[in-house]
């Protein structure tokens, strides 16, 4: 339709992108092979198959073990550089890339082979496709704030070339207060914050990212919805929110994609963005993610030019650049 083209166009930022969620089956069995890892799925069919969650912690726990085929700085290079083609292909002219060191080094891969893969396929990308980016470090909130720290003190020579850090993983029962010493930590080194919040877990969770983590930008948000005033502070200070509609859908954060709630979080004057998550698992990159929303028939062309123009306006770019692209 020409509403999908003109959406498909409208040249974006991408804000919420796992790395190693936009691991592609092809791509898991060419690395496996290339550096002689078995896999415990026949084919890709089986594998893409086995890709079908009732909750976040179904698709965590394949994820992680997805990722062990990423083994050296050429792995890493090539998984992102993977990624900038796909998302160029979506009009994407900036992403900023969340990666998760603590899956990788607690499997012995040194972080300088992670952090120096990843920054070479960005670097390409930005060369190549026209794409800029940025990297954000996420810190794993199943595990305890002490290997926060660690991940923290192993990224530091390379702070001048992470922008921010977040939190992911298994949302329930590890709220934002368990990281907080080591939030303001990296506040302290300079660096930005960003935290998923309100996925699974609940709107208190959402103000604890707020008031103990000094976020930047909210991942997800959605349960945010449930509580009026945290609604209203989160549109009043202008609060970016990187929604995932796929991934919502997938992870049975919402029940329907025509009942998704992003036409009501930009009613209610929230700074919405739509974003992919994890695109390898979720069945789509960032105009599949747009593109899912047209059928409720709620949002207009006008409205989907406020949602990528918001991704810019979200984005940890600076103003002279956010002017640019707006
Ligand atoms: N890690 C990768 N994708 C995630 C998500 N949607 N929520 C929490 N942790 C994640
Ligand atoms: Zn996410």
């Given at each position: 339709?020409?509403?999908?083209?003109?959406?498909?166009?409208?040249?974006?930022?991408?804000?919420?992108?796992?790395?190693?969620?936009?691991?592609?089956?092809?791509?898991?069995?060419?690395?496996?092979?290339?550096n002689?890892?078995?896999?415990?799925?026949?084919?890709?069919?089986?594998?893409?198959?086995?890709?079908?969650?009732?909750?976040?912690?179904?698709?965590?726990?394949?994820?992680?073990?997805?990722?062990?085929v990423?083994?050296?700085?050429?792995?890493?290079?090539?998984?992102?550089?993977?990624?900038?083609?796909?998302?160029?292909?979506?009009?994407?002219?900036?992403?900023?890339?969340?990666?998760?060191?603590?899956?990788?080094?607690?499997?012995?891969?040194?972080?300088?082979?992670?952090?120096?893969?990843?920054?070479?396929?960005?670097?390409?990308?930005?060369?190549?496709?026209?794409?800029t980016?940025?990297?954000i470090?996420?810190?794993?909130?199943?595990?305890?704030?002490d290997?926060?720290?660690?991940?923290?003190?192993?990224?530091?020579?390379?702070?001048?070339?992470?922008?921010?850090?977040?939190?992911?993983?298994s949302?329930?029962?590890?709220?934002?207060?368990?990281?907080?010493?080591?939030f303001?930590?990296?506040?302290?080194?300079?660096?930005?914050?960003?935290?998923?919040?309100?996925?699974?877990?609940?709107?208190?969770?959402?103000?604890?990212?707020?008031?103990?983590?000094?976020?930047?930008?909210?991942?997800?948000?959605?349960?945010?919805?449930?509580?009026?005033?945290?609604?209203?502070?989160?549109?009043?200070?202008?609060?970016?929110?990187?929604?995932?509609?796929?991934?919502?859908?997938?992870?049975?954060?919402?029940?329907?994609?025509?009942?998704h709630?992003?036409?009501?979080?930009?009613?209610?004057?929230?700074?919405?963005?739509?974003?992919?998550?994890?695109?390898?698992?979720?069945?789509?990159?960032?105009?599949?993610?747009?593109?899912?929303?047209?059928?409720?028939?709620?949002?207009?062309?006008?409205?989907?030019?406020?949602?990528?123009?918001?991704?810019?306006?979200?984005?940890?770019?600076?103003?002279?650049?956010?002017?640019?692209?707006?």
């Amino acid at each position: 339709t020409d509403l999908a083209h003109f959406v498909s166009g409208l040249p974006k930022a991408e804000l919420h992108l796992h790395i190693e969620g936009s691991l592609e089956p092809e791509q898991m069995f060419e690395l496996a092979r290339r550096n002689r890892i078995a896999i415990p799925f026949a084919s890709v069919e089986e594998l893409r198959g086995a890709y079908s969650f009732s909750r976040l912690q179904d698709f965590l726990d394949i994820y992680y073990q997805g990722a062990d085929v990423l083994r050296t700085e050429e792995d890493f290079r090539d998984l992102a550089l993977a990624y900038f083609r796909r998302a160029a292909a979506d009009s994407v002219v900036h992403a900023e890339i969340f990666f998760d060191p603590q899956t990788h080094t607690d499997r012995g891969i040194p972080f300088q082979v992670v952090a120096d893969g990843l920054l070479a396929g960005m670097q390409e990308a930005e060369r190549d496709l026209d794409v800029t980016s940025r990297l954000i470090l996420c810190f794993l909130r199943h595990l305890d704030e002490d290997a926060a720290f660690e991940t923290l003190a192993a990224a530091e020579p390379w702070l001048d070339r992470i922008a921010a850090v977040g939190l992911d993983s298994s949302e329930v029962g590890h709220p934002p207060s368990k990281f907080r010493r080591v939030f303001d930590r990296a506040g302290e080194m300079g660096l930005l914050r960003v935290a998923h919040a309100g996925e699974e877990g609940p709107p208190a969770y959402v103000h604890e990212a707020l008031d103990l983590l000094h976020i930047d930008r909210l991942d997800h948000g959605n349960r945010a919805l449930e509580d009026r005033a945290l609604t209203t502070r989160l549109a009043r200070s202008g609060m970016t929110l990187t929604v995932c509609p796929l991934s919502n859908l997938k992870l049975c954060v919402v029940e329907d994609i025509d009942a998704h709630p992003i036409e009501r979080m930009l009613r209610l004057g929230l700074r919405a963005t739509v974003n992919s998550d994890d695109p390898a698992y979720f069945g789509g990159y960032v105009n599949d993610n747009y593109r899912a929303l047209i059928p409720a028939g709620r949002l207009d062309a006008h409205d989907f030019a406020t949602l990528a123009r918001n991704s810019f306006l979200g984005s940890f770019l600076d103003d002279v650049a956010v002017t640019r692209h707006i």
